[in-house]
């Protein structure tokens, strides 16, 4: 990396700690520190969604399996940019009207019973460590190519960086990290797809005609089947996708910092106009990186292809372009991260610790502490588990932390809004039938288990035929939860009536 390239990645992740500074100076609560005291406003959210969406998985996975496997790449930016209608029609408000920081806490609003704010809360932490994962192997991969420094080096240098934005700043932090680099990115991925239209004389339809003959996949690549030969396993990886971000728990907490149900509605609907932008240019990341990268080097550099789109950078403008995206794609990882922190802290102090364990009694500092030391634990569990992941790609490690969404969380909290005789046993059989599920299919299956050695975590034969188990975990996880509903005895239908107005007016 050239002297000026360095300086503009120093600076632009100096500019991240400069605003963590700033917001540690104004994070003096428990709400400030998980919902940044619910002071943003609609596009200040709705850009900070896209940010906390736009992950590793999005700017690098999505390009490396787009100039990899052609149409079979884009399948993740159809089903991310899907998801957010489910979000918007189905989740936002009644979650907003309902919760406090939590999804347990908007679970707990009609069954209050600490083994369901439990099972819950185990349920997020367990899903923000499958999508930290995916974060850490892209951050992993794109410093070791620019400072030529190990994986694991930099993997832990990463985990460092983004456990300080989250102990120091907490959400005021990560959601102004998350802003900026929202722009940014969008900046760098329409300047790259510019440059790439602009080697096809800025004609799509002959960019699409020379691609047919660009790849050693000819026609095949702008067709279905290069890499998802399963039509089965394709669909089970769509229902994962456009399910699973209505079970997200660092998305879903989202909704808490703005101060309305009405605000949250404009956060969404912000969101959803800059992702859906920014997935129609992945085409363009993407083919760009096949035309004028080639499958050869872009393997070379990473073997799951998650270093696509800096190579293109670096093809297309240098090492200065390269560097400038590099610099925004790390700070897209480490805003991510944070908040994915920041969700499994909130889960463990203050649904596990401060509800169940404390029963509620729990002073701010307290809970604060808390909060602190359970960012520390996630970020140390997850660094070492990102170490054994180093070879797989980010966008598929986040289809399984999407399926696992879908699962387990996205039954129990349609259920709770929506159907008046669900009681506590449905919820907690729902998120337990789904979690596990999800976990042992994804154990037992293809990404988990391969023949041969090194294309997988293990050596073995899958017992599980599907790459993403969703089509099999989340009808699961809504027949736990109908199952679990029928078969008790147990009827909490006196608070439907009183959830069902809060959800849809927001009277507390």
Avoid at 217 to 245: F, K
Avoid at 497 to 506: H, L, R, W, Y
Wanted: net charge positive.
């Amino acid at each position: 990396m050239s002297t000026i390239g360095l300086s503009l990645f120093v600076l632009i992740v100096a500019v991240t700690l400069v605003i963590t500074y700033w917001a540690a100076k104004r994070t003096n609560t428990t709400s400030e520190f998980y919902t940044a005291g619910g002071g943003l406003t609609g596009w200040q959210n709705g850009l900070a969604i896209a940010g906390d969406y736009l992950s590793a998985a999005s700017f690098l996975g999505i390009a490396g399996a787009i100039a990899l496997f052609g149409f079979d790449g884009f399948f993740y930016s159809i089903g991310y940019l899907v998801a957010y209608l489910v979000v918007l029609y189905i989740v936002a408000e009644p979650l907003r009207n309902l919760g406090k920081y939590t999804i347990a806490d908007m679970i707990n609003a009609r069954f209050d019973q600490k083994k369901v704010r439990g099972v819950a809360a185990l349920s997020t932490i367990t899903i923000v460590i499958f999508y930290m994962i995916a974060q850490l192997v892209g951050a992993g991969a794109l410093i070791q190519l620019l400072l030529g420094i190990d994986y694991w080096i930099a993997v832990l240098l990463v985990g460092v960086m983004m456990t300080t934005y989250v102990l120091f700043g907490g959400m005021t932090a990560t959601s102004w990290v998350q802003i900026i680099k929202a722009v940014l990115l969008m900046l760098g991925t329409v300047i790259i797809s510019v440059l790439v239209l602009a080697e096809f004389n800025f004609n799509i339809f002959s960019m699409f005609e020379q691609m047919k003959t660009l790849t050693e996949h000819g026609e095949s690549y702008l067709n279905p089947g290069v890499r998802y030969t399963n039509s089965l396993d394709t669909i089970s990886m769509m229902a994962a996708l456009v399910l699973g971000t209505a079970g997200l728990p660092h998305i879903l907490m989202r909704f808490f910092t703005v101060k309305d149900a009405r605000t949250a509605r404009s956060s969404v609907v912000t969101a959803t106009w800059v992702i859906g932008i920014f997935y129609i240019l992945t085409i363009f990341l993407g083919f760009g990186a096949a035309a004028f990268v080639g499958s050869t080097d872009i393997m070379a550099a990473n073997s799951a292809g998650n270093m696509a789109a800096p190579l293109l950078a670096q093809a297309l403008g240098g090492d200065l372009l390269m560097s400038f995206v590099a610099a925004v794609a790390f700070a897209t990882i480490l805003a991510v991260v944070a908040g994915l922190v920041l969700s499994g802290a909130s889960a463990f102090a203050h649904d596990i610790y401060g509800q169940i364990i404390k029963k509620g009694k729990i002073t701010e500092k307290e809970q604060m502490l808390a909060a602190r030391y359970a960012s520390v634990a996630v970020s140390v569990l997850s660094i070492l588990l990102a170490l054994f992941a180093q070879k797989m790609n980010v966008a598929f490690l986040v289809s399984l932390a999407f399926c696992v969404a879908a699962s387990a969380n996205l039954p129990v909290i349609i259920f709770t809004i929506y159907w008046k005789r669900f009681n506590t046993a449905g919820a907690m059989t729902g998120v337990i039938t789904g979690l596990v599920t999800a976990l042992v299919l994804v154990a037992i299956s293809p990404s988990v288990l391969s023949p041969e050695a090194g294309a997988a975590i293990l050596t073995g034969e899958p017992i599980f035929p599907l790459t993403n188990p969703a089509i099999v975990s989340i009808p699961a996880g809504f027949l736990g939860a109908y199952i679990g509903t029928i078969v008790s005895n147990k009827r909490d239908e006196k608070k439907y009536a009183e959830v069902m107005v809060k959800a849809n007016t927001g009277l507390k």
